[in-house]
């Protein structure tokens, strides 16, 4: 049996050795603590410098995205443009040329065109067989304040050639309605009597008759050209739909899908080509 001398003296040993071992585990964490926050401050740095790389790469790549997409789109546009010309083509084939005697008139009436009352008619300024204006001189309905009437001199116009094809004067408001029977409608000057009219008229005939006639000998040309060279069913790969009444067509580079009824005479349309399909007699 151990003496209670050695016993005693082991007491005090381990306390010690307790000691030395509880300051060696405080030193770890305290060692292990430094090395951690070290580690995440550098890590933190490399994070926040890879962090601006990758915005930076991804700023880019969305600016090369919509760079290459809207070239992308240019691109289909132009491919797109090729078809304009013949789809101007069609567009002139379809206005069917002898509609005219059966269709509306281009000639314009006398002073009931303007809703009779105080107006003079001043004679066709523009007489082109698909294109044609009237000068009316119109009491427009009010008065200066010394109680003059004013008069409007006024153009109205008709023309075979849609807006889409022919560039049309712009419709300016004149003191009468219309009932949007014309496509050329236009106010050009206001006076206080029909002679001053008439006077500032005789001064400016030339240039009104070029505002109103703009580009149409270009139109008429190309429209008597186009009859010249081709015929509707030249083009009858392209052609969908026919109207058998008035000829109408409807083609596969239409920009809208027509309904099921000519736009031009309501009646209903065929689809195209039929077997043994003869075009419709015009
Ligand atoms: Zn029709």
């Known amino acids: 049996m151990e003496s209670a001398k050695v016993l005693i003296m ?4 381990n306390r010690e050795r307790v000691a030395a071992l509880e300051a060696e585990a405080q ?9 951690e926050a070290s580690l995440e401050a550098l890590y933190k740095k490399e994070i926040k410098v890879l962090e601006l790389e990758f915005r930076q790469r991804q700023v880019e790549l969305k600016a090369k995205r919509k760079a290459d997409y809207l070239a992308k789109l240019e691109e289909v546009e132009s491919v797109k443009a090729q078809d304009n010309p013949l789809k101007r083509t069609l567009a002139i084939l379809r206005l069917q040329r002898t509609d005219l005697p059966r269709g509306q008139s281009l000639e314009i009436g006398g002073t009931d065109s303007v809703g009779g009352g105080s107006c003079y008619t001043e004679g066709y300024i523009i007489n082109f067989e698909f294109y044609k204006a009237k000068l009316f001189i119109v009491a427009s309905g009010q008065t200066t304040q010394a109680g003059k009437t004013l008069w409007t001199l006024c153009a109205l116009g008709k023309s075979y050639f849609p807006g889409s094809l022919f560039a049309l004067p712009p419709k300016t408001r004149v003191p009468f309605p219309t009932q949007g029977q014309y496509q050329v409608e ?17 001064g400016n005939k030339e240039v009104v008759k070029a505002q109103l006639l703009g580009e149409y000998p270009a139109i008429e040309a190309e429209y008597l050209a186009t009859l010249a060279n081709y015929k509707p069913e030249d083009f009858s790969p ?15 580079l239409d ?4 309904g099921k009824t000519c736009p031009r005479c309501q009646k209903a349309l065929t689809a195209w080509p039929e077997p043994e399909a003869v075009w419709p007699n015009r």
């Open 238 to 252: 392209l052609i969908t739909m026919v109207c058998k009444v008035c000829s109408y067509f409807v083609h596969s």
């Open 27 to 35: 030193s770890i964490v305290r060692v292990s603590k430094e090395k």
């Open 186 to 202: 236009c106010a050009l000057q206001v006076g206080t009597s029909v002679a001053e009219l008439r006077t500032w008229l005789d």
């Open 255 to 258: 920009d809208v899908t027509p």
């Open 10 to 13: 082991r007491v005090a040993e």
